[in-house]
């Protein structure tokens, strides 16, 4: 049985593996940098200051030179962590964005379906398939809507007089 995955920890393809995979892409360059410092370091300080040779300066007798780039290094990942931190949080900010941007759409489908063509002379009502209809078809085939009779006051006066 495997434990419950957050949906932050989720890659776009919904997997695990992907979403470390793409989640600290950021923060490898970092580490990446810090061990080609040290390297870079180790070679600057064997081929131009000659201070012994190459394998030997990779992890260096001077205890200050060691720490000065264990510092630097860690500065390094440091900032591939912020920099993979960012990155997360505006993956985030997208898919709440795409979340929201879906939701408004359906609802604003939703709004706009909601609306009723009438025709203002014969007062037909335009169905979804283009079709013009009956009011009184429409209405009845419309779910959760039953007709049942009335007269206004208007028709009530016009068809029945008071003499």
Not at 26 to 43: S, Y
Request: a negative charge; aromatic letters at 12%.
């Amino acid at each position: 049985m495997t434990a419950p995955v957050d949906d932050d920890e989720r890659g776009p393809t919904g997997d695990v593996a992907n979403a470390w995979e793409e989640s600290g892409t950021v923060f490898r360059v970092g580490v990446f940098l810090a061990v080609g410092f040290w390297i870079l370091e180790a070679g600057i300080h064997a081929f131009f200051f000659y201070e012994g040779s190459f394998w030997e300066e990779l992890v260096p007798r001077d205890t200050h030179e060691f720490w000065m780039r264990l510092l630097v290094c860690a500065l390094l990942a440091a900032l591939g962590m912020y920099a993979q931190s960012a990155v997360n949080r505006i993956r985030k900010t997208d898919r709440e964005r795409l979340a929201l941007q879906k939701k408004l759409e359906g609802k604003l489908t939703h709004l706009l379906s909601d609306y009723v063509h009438i025709c203002p002379s014969c007062k037909n009502i335009r169905a979804e398939d283009g079709t013009w209809e009956p009011i009184e078809t429409y209405i009845h085939e419309e779910p959760g809507i039953d007709l049942t009779h009335g007269i206004c006051p208007e028709c009530m006066a016009r068809l029945y007089p008071r003499e």
